[in-house]
T-cell receptor, first 111, second 114 residues
Framework: GENVEQHPSTLSVQEGDSAVIKCTYS??????FPWYKQELGKGPQLIID?????GEKKDQRIAVTLNKTAKHFSLHITETQPEDSAVYFC??????????FGKGTMLLVSP | SQTIHQWPATLVQPVGSPLSLECTVE??????LYWYRQAAGRGLQLLFY??????ISSEVPQNLSASRPQDRQFILSSKKLLLSDSGFYLC?????????????FGPGTRLTVL
């Protein structure tokens, strides 16, 4: 089955810096890659996603890039703010199947 | 809107007691529904998913079970809780229509087994 590895497990940045979280997947048939943000005590919230026919997608301060050849995708957050502090999860799926999640990255943004 | 409700929000139960967690979905018909467990505040473990009434797929064998008695209701149960069942339980639904496996999560139930 699919295996998703996520790094780093913890990331500390200063407010205003950029943050990058990376994920690799094992199944070349995977074609959908969402990212979730989970604040303490809440359910994960979808923040951005990308399909395999697209190499990059942006939404304001966040962007996701996908390299199908290398089977990895990354989340980029620019101009980080304290409210960006949360746990971020990447995931992968092959379509009409279940999502396989990474183990999460705790992002800490210091004022 | 396609809202997910989970009940209760928090629960403290003794070891060996039964469990029933409820998930209900609004605004969509015949959704794919999922139960996840999150232990130690981090990774998401898929427990069960359902593509329709009475249809349950189990991902991890354990002392938990799931049922889908109605189109928009998904229930997670146990006859006898273990200490290891403590965690944050999340219900999710697949986005209606489309070709991707986008999932939206409910607010979760925090279960503590003592």
């Amino acid at each position: 089955g699919e295996n998703v590895e996520q790094h780093p497990s913890t990331l500390s940045v200063q407010e205003g810096d950029s943050a990058v979280i990376k994920c690799t997947y094992s199944d070349s048939a995977s074609n959908y890659f969402p990212w979730y943000k989970q604040e303490l005590g809440k359910g994960p919230q979808l923040i951005i996603d990308i399909r395999s026919n697209v190499g990059e997608k942006k939404d304001q301060r966040i962007a996701v890039t996908l390299n199908k050849t290398a089977k990895h995708f990354s989340l980029h957050i620019t101009e980080t703010q304290p409210e960006d502090s949360a746990v971020y999860f990447c995931a992968a799926s092959k379509g009409y199947s279940t999502l396989t999640f990474g183990k999460g990255t705790m992002l800490l943004v210091s004022p | 809107s396609q809202t997910i409700h989970q009940w209760p929000a928090t629960l403290v139960q003794p070891v060996g007691s039964p469990l029933s967690l409820e998930c209900t979905v609004e605004g969509t018909s015949n959704p794919n529904l999922y139960w996840y467990r999150q232990a130690a505040g981090r990774g998401l473990q898929l427990l069960f998913y359902s593509v329709g009434i009475g249809q349950i797929s189990s991902e991890v064998p354990q002392n938990l079970s799931a049922s889908r008695p109605q189109d928009r209701q998904f229930i997670l149960s146990s006859k006898k809780l273990l200490l290891s069942d403590s965690g944050f339980y999340l219900c999710a639904r697949r986005r209606a229509g489309g070709r991707t496996d986008t999932q939206y999560f409910g607010p979760g139930t925090r279960l503590t087994v003592l």
